[in-house]
């Protein structure tokens, strides 16, 4: 799944609000996650402006964000970690999760995210 650049830093390529043009392929990803995350048992909410889906486990009191961005030439999910102590507006730290078209890897690791950390033995 390849995307072109908007030009516009930190926005994934065409497909959103922020571009005005829609895009086939960063629906099917935005789709594709949140159907998957659905399945988990998560509550799944897009933010299309952005790119982002939030992920809430039970209860809603852990949510977890992965962002659509290009990396490696093609479109991505990234995670998008929360980190306290920024100042305003510094950019949240994110990590590669995987291809876009990889939806139901992206679901997988971001149920293990929200999992419970299990005591060691």
């Known amino acids: 799944m390849e995307t072109r650049g908007s030009g516009v830093p930190g926005v994934t ?6 571009d005005k043009t829609p895009d086939a392929a960063w629906a ?3 789709r594709g996650l949140t159907t998957e995350l659905q399945s988990w048992g998560l509550e799944a909410r897009v933010d299309r402006a952005t790119g982002t889906v939030e992920a809430a486990g039970a209860g809603g009191r852990r949510v977890q964000r992965a962002v659509l961005r290009p990396h490696r030439g093609s479109l991505w999910w990234w995670l998008r970690w929360e980190a306290e102590g920024l100042p305003g507006g510094a950019a949240l730290p994110q990590s590669p999760l995987t291809p876009a078209a990889d939806p139901r890897g992206a679901a997988r690791r971001i149920v293990r995210v929200l999992s419970p950390a299990r005591p060691e033995s």
């Open 28 to 30: 099917r990803a935005v």
């Open 13 to 18: 390529g065409n497909g959103h609000r922020l």
